[in-house]
């Protein structure tokens, strides 16, 4: 190697930059929140569907998800 020493950046702590930077995100991300999301709105609903796993109609207030195909299935199926 012909070049000479270098130095870290400003800041840049060589003991541990892991933990330090760890703990910069975590101060970051601590005050993040989600305002008025109400995630039990976000279910998923195809009433009047039919279940490609059981063959049966899906009711209201069945919980349901979505195939890779885009056909819908019974949550327990």
């Excluded at 800041?11 to 601590?30: K, M, S």
């Excluded at 009047?48 to 049966?56: D, E, L, M, P």
Aim: aromatic share 6%.
């Amino acid at each position: 190697m012909t070049e000479g020493p270098t130095s870290p950046a400003e800041g840049y702590d060589l003991r541990n930059p892991n933990e330090e930077a760890g703990r910069r995100l975590e101060d970051e991300v601590e005050h993040e929140t989600y305002g008025e999301a109400d995630f039990e709105q976000n279910e998923l609903r195809a009433a009047g569907q039919t279940c490609v796993r059981c063959g049966r109609p899906i009711a209201p207030g069945d919980e349901v998800r979505r195939t890779a195909s885009g056909d819908y299935q019974h949550e327990l199926c």
